[in-house]
């Protein structure tokens, strides 16, 4: 099984649709909780931490669940700039940077 | 833009030889870690240097070593390269051992 499981797509959204992009993660004592974004043949670019409590940055919205070991994006409002692959990342501990991806969910925005 | 740089940006080779990657991480950044990302997969954790000391590693035989210098840049070495080392090599800095990190543009690496 692997360490951080996501739907690799791809999603072909229509502009100004919502899209819902879901993370399974197997190791418990994981600490930290990222989305990252990557762009074709580009380096992976942090887009947002994810909390507990939820958090929201402009159109994007993250959820954790520690007890089902779940994390979640919403894209509100697509744009054709969304078009990308994002990437959900876990950090185990505090002392390490080693970050675990998953492999990524490929989304394509439709004008 | 990170301030973090790669170099070179693309690199063939022949199934058998070494290759050398560098990396410079952004000003002030200690931490420097290598990921490697096949085709279609995520990024994989190689290793990791804080201070000029290894700081953890990925599941990656030794053939896979590194280095990082007083200035904090690093390099990745790769010996006996084989096919299934083709790949984007990502290197990602940052401040201490906090889990933020900073990734450069990567070096394509095609082995033939």
């Known amino acids: 099984r692997k360490e951080v499981e996501q739907d690799p797509g791809p999603f072909n959204v229509p502009e100004g649709a919502t899209v819902a992009f879901n993370c399974t993660y197997s190791n418990s004592a994981s600490q930290s909780f990222f989305w990252y974004r990557q762009d074709c043949r580009k380096e992976p670019k942090l887009l947002m931490s994810?909390?507990?409590s939820g958090n929201e940055d402009g159109r994007f919205t993250a959820q954790l669940n520690r007890a089902s070991q779940y994390i979640s994006l919403l894209i509100r409002d697509s744009k054709l700039s969304d078009s990308a692959t994002y990437l959900c990342v876990v950090s185990e501990d505090f002392g390490n940077e080693k970050l675990t991806f998953g492999t990524g969910t490929r989304l394509t925005i439709i004008p | 833009e990170t301030g973090v740089t790669q170099s070179p940006t693309h690199l063939i080779k022949t199934r058998g030889q070494q290759v050398t990657l560098r990396c410079s991480s952004q000003s002030g950044h200690n931490t420097v870690s290598w990921y490697q990302q096949a085709l279609g997969q995520g990024p994989q954790f190689i290793f990791q240097?804080?201070?000029?000391?290894?700081?953890g590693r990925g599941n990656f035989p030794p053939r896979f070593s590194g280095l990082q210098f007083p200035n904090y840049s690093s390099e990745l070495n790769v010996n006996a390269l084989e096919l299934d080392d083709s790949a984007l090599y990502l290197c990602?800095?940052?401040?201490?051992?906090?889990?933020?990190?900073?990734f450069g543009q990567g070096t394509r690496l095609t082995v033939v």
């Open positions: 240097y804080y201070r000029e000391e290894e700081n």
């Open positions: 994810v909390y507990s």
């Open positions: 990602a800095s940052s401040l201490g051992l906090g889990p933020r990190a900073f």
